[in-house]
């Protein structure tokens, strides 16, 4: 399957009053609630992904309903996100705070709760987000016979591969990834290297399409306002949580081969508590052994407002991660019309068109990265250029309206096939 935009297919799939071909659409994302700070160690791209593509079946007409791990007493059961989206708070596990990697233990109590629940309200298709939502989801839909996809966001052999020991997932991890990838009705995979990866993991063909990740281009766009800038002539620019595998230390290092450039780093732990944070700490002497502490800026953990604007005040994007399964990031820089320079991994093989849009460089190489950047930085015209081809490229292929159509094109092949399979038997 390769999924493409289009509209549902004639057929009354709602099935408690609900108008003919709107669906009523379970999202499970058990870690990454939609209402989460961004920032925080387990608090990133998913998040994000989950919230607009609920907002965006949404608009297509679809009733959503959010389904989250309660990680705080106070958190009211039901939460409505914006028209036509409900987050609901599973109680399963401590209601606090839990590392995700701590959350295995919890996910019968999670997948017990939902059925519970989907039995009281079916919804129509469910489709589950990260590896251990997908154990929970496939139990519950096992049990009521409700249609599964499930788009993993990671995957346990790739963190395994690139971080080896340091590797803080369960042990049943990859086990659990390959139960849910041959139970599940469909994968939907965000890039070609996930398909090659799950290949190789024994799932089908035949069950994995590809939808990418999004991008709203309306919050981030070329126009709106520009963060300050600094003392310097130019401005690198990287987003994200501060976690090892994220690369900040290749672009800290990195700026010791980029005289009259400063590097701002944002996410990690709010400003007031950057001062306790390991990597940060970490970091920070990487930065002073390269003789550059004076140019790299935390900003801590900032809202979502104000990523737009830091990236617009970019000369450069840099995404230089160990590995990225797919990478929201790039696609926020080339939205904002500015070039990107990423390391030649995962999603962002897909997404970044070098040279058009930026430039690819092996991961974990300080001198290489130096070398895109100084190239970009000594020639406007050609940042100009990949910024414009940057925003043109994520109009055509990224936006939201264009994934969330993809995803319900996914949901109706899934359902037409469970149709027939009814029909015939």
Not at 46 to 63: E, F, I, T
Request: aromatic share 4%; net charge neutral; glycine share 12%.
């Amino acid at each position: 399957m390769t999924p493409s935009p289009g509209s549902l297919p004639a057929g009354p799939f709602g099935g408690d009053g609900l108008a003919p071909g709107v669906l009523d659409i379970a999202l499970v994302s058990e870690h990454a609630s939609p209402l989460a700070a961004l920032g925080g160690v387990d608090a990133g791209g998913q998040n994000v992904h989950v919230a607009a593509l609920a907002g965006a079946l949404a608009d297509r007409g679809h009733r959503v309903t959010v389904h989250t791990r309660r990680d705080a007493p106070d958190l009211p059961d039901r939460v409505t996100l914006r028209a036509g989206v409900e987050v609901h708070h599973v109680p399963a596990g401590p209601p606090e705070p839990v590392p995700k990697d701590r959350l295995l233990p919890y996910m019968e109590e999670f997948g017990r709760r939902l059925a519970r629940v989907w039995r009281a309200r079916t919804p129509d298709v469910v489709h589950s987000h990260y590896w251990m939502s997908g154990m929970a989801s496939l139990w519950a839909a096992r049990e009521l016979g409700l249609p599964l996809l499930h788009t993993f966001h990671a995957l346990g052999t790739v963190k395994r591969r690139h971080q080896r020991l340091a590797d803080t997932s369960p042990p049943e991890r990859i086990g659990c990834e390959t139960e849910v990838g041959l139970g599940c009705d469909r994968v939907i995979a965000t890039c070609r290297d996930e398909v090659a990866e799950l290949a190789r993991m024994g799932v089908p063909a035949y069950r994995i399409g590809v939808v990418p990740c999004g991008v709203d281009t309306d919050r981030f766009s070329p126009v709106g306002p520009v963060a300050p800038g600094g003392p310097y002539r130019h401005r690198l620019v990287q987003v994200g949580r501060l976690v090892p595998r994220k690369g900040a230390a290749v672009s800290v290092a990195a700026l010791a081969g980029l005289p009259g450039t400063e590097l701002v780093l944002v996410g990690g732990p709010p400003r007031d508590r950057l001062d306790d944070d390991p990597e940060v700490r970490r970091l920070r002497g990487v930065a002073r052994d390269a003789g550059v502490a004076d140019r790299v800026w935390f900003t801590g953990g900032v809202g979502t407002g104000r990523v737009p604007p830091l990236l617009r005040s970019a000369d450069v994007v840099l995404c230089p991660a160990d590995y990225e399964p797919f990478g929201i990031v790039p696609l926020e820089a080339m939205a904002c019309g500015r070039p990107v320079v990423a390391s030649a991994v995962g999603g962002q093989l897909d997404t970044v068109a070098d040279p058009g849009t930026g430039r690819l460089v092996p991961p974990g190489d300080p001198e290489a990265l130096a070398r895109a950047v100084a190239g970009l930085l000594a020639d406007p015209a050609a940042r100009r250029a990949c910024g414009v081809a940057g925003r043109r490229r994520v109009l055509s292929r990224y936006g939201w309206p264009r994934i969330a159509a993809a995803t319900e094109a996914a949901y109706c092949e899934v359902l037409d096939a469970e149709s027939a399979a009814t029909r015939t038997g």
